[in-house]
């Protein structure tokens, strides 16, 4: 039996210097845990000359892989480099040379997680990933093992920190985007090219591995519907709260006989609804299983230390099955065929704003546009516009398919007396 497991740590930034923190400070639990000693061997950086403040030893740091991934000492590869194709590449090549791996890399696990899952299999490796998901949030090890036995239907969730601090700035300290934005980047909850969180690409990566995950099928970056924070207009806000809602930027994945549907959008939530009260960085996921009901995890979803203990969480998971023996027993291939819900079969409620002349009938003819395509409306309010010379409606719809929905959002764009579609969201937890 081994008396000391041995990692190579691929990344030193603020995940990686973490998991040090973390592994250094909490030496005596782990070791108690195991049974055994866990050491860091090898860390590979960019730049080996750079000033740290870290209890490891600057002889451990390289800038070189093949020093890490060659050294037969080392067990356990951890991937914390962040990007894509080296990345990619060195879990890839970890896994080949027998070793397990864990990483944090959401990009990665989206575009390739399958591939490499597979090959973790056939070289009877483990590939853990919890930190790829909700940073500190136990998600990945709740829906593999604590609701293994259950069968998740859906989930919704907010998957990004960085947006739900926009929001929730905008929302209860009337702040601009703009201002939003820059505190956000001021405290480091935003990159400097904030594009891939405000845009919903963060979130449709993270996704795509829950949806897989959840669903036991594939899931494909492509497969997920994107609309990003750039589609909220001034005043969505503060119309949301006044008919009782609340916008957040949230991933949904639902599966049934129709196949699977996955999307990242802006979303009204009913203030009473328990995401509604998720606020700044933190991040939860809402679960529905047949046998559980509902379910919901809530936590941090992004920061040094909480990404790190979801790190260490996979560490210690591989490092058990290593002393055991029991190292790739896990399978991950898809039990589903991947099947994707077309339109028609995307069912929801919709929260319609739009501006229209100030003229006779125009309401009558708007709702008729509706009633032609099958949608009844559940709320319909009319008020003047103080900045146009229009009215304003909203309209809030009883369930109806996106397909309906895109239709009825193209004839009301083509219609004279419409001046503008202002903005559209789906409202979620209402049937």
């Excluded at 055994?36 to 030893?57: N, W």
């Excluded at 000492?73 to 027998?98: Q, W, Y």
């Excluded at 229009?390 to 959002?409: K, P, Y």
């Amino acid at each position: 039996m081994k008396n000391e497991i041995n990692i190579g740590l691929l990344g030193f930034g603020t995940v990686g210097s973490g998991v040090a923190k973390i592994m250094h400070g909490h030496q005596q639990d782990l070791q108690h845990k195991l049974g055994v000693q866990v050491s860091i061997k090898k860390v590979l950086v960019k730049d080996i000359t750079k000033s740290r403040d870290t209890e490891l030893a600057s002889e451990i740091f390289t800038n070189n892989l093949e020093e890490v991934l060659n050294d037969p000492s080392i067990d356990l590869i951890i991937e914390v480099m962040g990007g894509t194709n080296g990345a990619r590449d060195a879990i890839e090549r970890a896994l080949l040379a027998g070793k397990g791996v864990v990483t944090a890399n959401k990009d990665v696990m989206a575009e390739y997680g399958q591939e490499l899952l597979q090959l973790a299999d056939e070289m009877k490796c483990d590939l853990f990933y919890e930190a790829s998901v909700g940073g500190g949030i136990p998600l990945i090890r709740t829906m593999e093992d604590g609701l293994a036995s259950d069968r998740i239907s859906a989930l919704t969730g907010i998957v990004n920190g960085t947006t739900n601090f926009i929001l929730t700035k905008m929302k209860h300290e009337n702040m601009t985007y703009e201002d939003a934005l820059a505190e956000a980047t001021r405290l480091g909850f935003a990159e400097a090219d904030p594009s891939a969180d405000v845009d919903g690409i963060d979130a449709a990566r993270k996704m795509v591995i829950l949806a897989s995950l959840a669903f036991s099928t594939e899931v494909q970056l492509d497969d997920v519907f994107v609309r990003g924070l750039k589609e909220i207009q001034n005043g969505d806000l503060e119309l949301a709260d006044g008919f009782g809602y609340t916008v957040k930027l949230a991933g949904s994945a639902e599966k049934d006989e129709d196949g699977i549907a996955v999307a990242v959008e802006p979303v009204l939530f009913p203030n009473s609804h328990p995401l509604a009260s998720v606020n700044n960085e933190y991040n939860a996921v809402y679960i529905y299983g047949d046998a559980v009901g509902e379910t919901m995890l809530y936590g941090p979803g992004a920061g040094s230390l909480p990404t790190a203990t979801s790190v260490t969480a996979d560490i210690v998971a591989a490092c058990r099955n290593l002393l055991l023996g029991m190292n790739g027993k896990r399978l991950h291939s898809p039990q589903h065929e991947r099947k994707v819900k077309s339109d028609g079969k995307r069912f929801a409620r919709y929260f319609h704003r739009i501006l229209v002349k100030d003229e006779v009938g125009v309401l009558t003819k708007l709702t008729a546009i509706y009633s032609n395509h099958g949608a009844s409306l559940a709320t319909v309010v009319q008020h003047p516009d103080k900045k146009e010379s229009g009215a304003e409606l909203v309209f809030i719809t009883h369930r109806m398919s996106r397909q309906q929905h895109l239709d009825v959002m193209e004839e009301l764009n083509q219609t004279p007396e419409v001046l503008e579609v202002l903005s559209h969201y789906r409202v979620e937890g209402e049937k």
